[in-house]
């Protein structure tokens, strides 16, 4: 039935399945492989699915090892959104999980997430592109500016969409030692990596404020943002919101209400149900207070408004996500998890400890994202850890991005059978047709056949 269907759909039909399912039917013919893997069918499924909600939960946090060499240990697990944080559907896999390395989540965007890390906390200037619903990972080639061309240096991140030329771009952003802070003479050194390019270049900027310690990304919009501060040899502390804009390529700047500044020791800004966010917490002090704002207009510094404030601080550190419910999930100064109801002011605690700032929760968007780019993970990487465990085991594949284990199935592979992946394909092709237009046409092709 399914060679009789027409190309465009076909790809009609296929678009609308979950990703699990499209993965199933890669292993039909190569027909299929080569139409699923197309950048522009893996585009067309994205814009299908981008206003789906898989249900599922990202959730990522790390936990230290108590002797040297103090390795930390991460996980990753996917929850049901309704039954977080009890009963995960699965832990995943990935390349990082079992070696040596500090891995921080930098952030995702359509279902791709991008991971920094080093060795033992050396500069090692490691980051890749990671798809959980797919497991495919790219790894991201070293930068022009490294610590073996520079020497110790202050960096900052950012990652997210350009909607304008459909990619992916990590953005970096360098203050070295030598320049003292002093922009005129020697600006911070900015550089861009784009998926489409696979490589780094470097852009021309203006930017006048230094991005703070510990400050994350918050990517809307189609640009990055940080909290930045003027340089510490200028005049008074002046905190600002950079920005970063992925398509333009141009930095610029959001105010901080004065109120903020003058009262709040640390500010970070997050992003939550399409707004700007900022997180302000004071000194560790009795007096201390967490107080989380909301752009309601964005770009427009007079629409800021408190959500809420805890102003008997509990230690909490930072906050990780909103949740559906209106709950709050922060973590506190010992390393756990907790919930915050702002109505009821009241915690809960949810018994997961590990490092404040690794705790990591979002939605997964199941995309085909990264599915037609080949797993990427250098020997001498794997060589850091004997098992090498990750996600390098669960596919092999050939030089030419050919996935070895769809060949062996192709083969007649005992453990998996043609006719059955035929046949479970073609179940999933009817069961969507069936409540669609596309099922006269279906109808027509299977009389034919």
């Known amino acids: 039935m399914s060679d009789h269907l027409p190309q465009e759909l ?10 699990k399912s ?6 039909v013919s190569k027909t299929w492989y080569s139409l699923i893997t197309n950048p522009s069918f893996i585009d067309h499924h994205l814009k299908k699915t981008a206003a789906r909600n898989s249900g599922l939960l990202f959730f990522s946090y790390s936990t230290r090892e108590l002797v040297w060499p103090f390795k930390e240990n991460v996980r990753y697990l996917l929850y049901p959104d309704e039954s977080f944080p009890a009963n995960p559907v699965e832990e995943l896999d990935c390349l990082f999980k079992d070696l040596k390395r500090s891995v921080n989540i930098v952030g995702s965007c359509n279902g791709v997430i991008c991971l920094s890390y080093n060795v033992y906390g050396r500069y090692t200037d490691g980051a890749a592109l990671w798809n959980p619903s797919v497991r495919k990972i790219v790894k991201i080639p070293c930068p022009n500016v490294t610590f073996t061309s520079h020497g ?4 900052s991140l950012g990652f997210g969409f350009d909607s304008a030329t459909d990619d992916y771009k990590l953005v970096r952003i360098v203050y070295l030692p030598d320049s003292n802070f002093n922009f005129h003479k020697i600006p911070p050194l900015v550089e861009i990596y ?13 930017l006048k404020y230094v991005i703070t310690d510990f400050s994350t990304s918050a990517f809307l919009n189609g640009t990055c943002h940080w909290v930045a501060t003027n ?21 610029g700047k959001m105010e901080v209400q004065d ?11 997050a992003v939550s149900d399409g707004s700007l966010l900022l997180v302000a917490i004071t000194k560790l002090t009795e007096e201390g207070c967490f107080s989380v704002w909301m752009m309601k207009e964005y770009g427009v510094p007079g629409s800021w408004t408190n959500l ?3 102003s008997h601080l509990e230690g909490i550190r930072r906050l990780v996500a909103f949740r559906q419910s209106g709950d709050v999930l922060l973590a506190n100064i010992a390393g756990e998890l907790v919930f915050y109801d702002p109505k009821t002011e009241e915690f809960s605690y949810t018994q997961i400890l590990g490092i404040a700032s690794s705790f990591y929760l979002d939605t997964l968007a199941e995309s085909l994202v990264l599915l037609d780019e080949a797993n990427e993970f250098a020997e001498e990487e794997a060589s850091e850890d004997d098992d090498s465990n990750g996600v390098s085991k669960e596919h092999s594949f050939s030089p030419d991005g050919v996935d070895k284990d769809l060949q062996k199935n192709s ?6 059978n043609s006719l059955t992946i035929l046949n479970e394909a073609n179940e999933i092709l009817e069961e969507v047709a069936s409540s669609s237009n596309s099922q006269t046409v279906i109808d027509e092709a299977n009389e034919e056949a």
């Open 411 to 416: 083969k007649g592979n005992k453990n998996v």
């Open 22 to 27: 499209i993965l199933i039917c890669r292993c």
């Open 231 to 251: 340089p510490p040899n200028g005049p008074d502390v002046c905190y600002a919101i950079v920005s970063f804009s992925l398509g333009k390529e141009v930095f």
């Open 194 to 206: 784009t998926l489409r390019s696979r490589g780094w270049r470097k852009v021309h900027n203006d």
């Open 259 to 269: 109120c903020l500044v003058k009262k709040y020791h640390f500010i970070d800004v």
């Open 152 to 155: 110790f240096y202050k960096q």
């Open 308 to 310: 809420f404030n805890i």
């Open 10 to 19: 076909l790809a009609g039909i296929l678009s609308r399945l979950p990703v």
